[in-house]
């Protein structure tokens, strides 16, 4: 356990030295001006302490609280089967009964392969990116053929690893160009550390203006058809960016998570009722609780992508922790 000391904070030899300076310079002053100086540096040492305490209350819980703690175990239950990449990596369609889908304990599995979270969400009848390409004989992509725009990533992967936002050959995500000869050494060298990997060529989604930029990332957690918060991300890069957390009737909440700095309020965006509407109908559909990341385009809500294990459980806030736990306790009760 973590305890707090006050102390810690006090530079002592510095205290000591401004102290000694101010009683020399008021011996040659009057005594009232010695307690006027002394009085203003330990309201400067009182306020300093005050930002050092709200700075260390304000530090994200890593993976202590019980909410973090389930989905701990939820990531070991997932993916220290032996069957976890056989699960995760079935080829799925849309046009499968859920029933094929359901067949295996802890089916959601299938959901991480983001090929298959393609075809789940276009079950339930959300909006999708354009598939270009899927694959693993790179051989076969024309780069010359693709349009200025697109989005390169790996069916299996989380935090934008391998993921590159195409814009006339310059990756959006670092700025630097990449050829199409770049591009398929960089996924060769990743398909053979997996023989169950694949890359996927979608569309660039644009903004709601019909711009090409980094997309917004609306993550929404969800808990069996209820919203509890969604997290909106403005990046700036793989790990960089800003957030800001609401909830689903765009009222700021207290923050989720503290893994970006916090951005200024923005307003919903325009599809946000759709939104909702297909994060509560996937939601109903995966049962236990899962993040849904969505973008609001100028064709409305597009899916992203599954998150049954954000973050493995860490960097959620106190307050969020004990939220998300009543959530799961209510909506998703003895669901792993």
């Given amino acids: 356990m973590q305890f707090f000391s006050p102390w810690k904070f006090f530079n002592l030899k510095g205290l000591i030295k401004k102290a000694t300076s101010v009683i020399i310079y008021a011996s040659y002053r009057k005594l009232e001006l010695m307690v006027h100086l002394l009085k203003n540096m330990v309201q400067e040492a009182k306020s300093e302490l005050r930002d050092r305490i709200a700075a260390f209350n304000k530090k994200p ?14 990531h070991s239950t997932f993916w220290q089967s ?40 276009k079950k339930h009848g959300c909006k999708v990116p354009v598939l270009y390409w899927r694959g693993r004989d790179i051989n076969e992509i024309d780069f010359n053929n693709l349009p200025d725009q697109f989005v390169l990533k790996p069916t299996i992967g989380h935090s934008s690893k391998h993921v590159y936002i ?43 203006e019909g711009e090409f930029k980094i997309p917004v990332n609306y993550k929404l957690h969800t808990f069996n058809g209820v919203i509890a918060g969604i997290n909106v991300i403005n990046r700036a890069g793989p790990k960089e960016g800003f957030m800001r957390a609401y909830d689903e009737n765009w009222n700021v909440m207290q923050d989720i998570s503290n893994d970006f700095p916090k ?5 919903p965006p325009r599809c946000l009722n759709e939104m909702i509407e297909h994060a509560k109908k996937l939601s109903r559909a995966y049962e236990i609780y899962v993040r849904l990341d969505f973008f609001a385009t100028d064709k409305g809500a597009i899916f992203g992508e599954f998150t049954p294990t954000p973050s493995v459980g860490n960097y959620f806030t106190r307050e969020a922790d004990k939220m998300f736990i009543n959530y799961w306790d209510k909506n998703c009760k003895e669901m792993i």
């Fill in 61 to 74: 819980v890593i993976g202590h609280g019980e909410f973090s703690k389930r989905i701990k175990r939820r």
């Fill in 82 to 121: 032996p069957d976890s990449e056989i699960v995760r990596n079935t080829v799925m369609h849309a046009s499968d009964p859920i029933e094929k889908w359901r067949e295996v304990s802890d089916w959601q599995r299938k959901l991480s392969n983001k090929k298959n979270a393609r075809e789940f969400a």
């Fill in 263 to 267: 951005a200024p309020y923005q307003d």
């Fill in 166 to 208: 195409m814009n006339k050959g310059i990756n959006m995500l670092n700025n630097r160009f990449y050829s199409g000869k770049e591009l398929s050494k960089i996924m060769a060298a990743e398909l053979v550390q997996s023989p169950y990997l694949e890359f996927l060529i979608e569309e660039f989604v644009r903004t709601e």
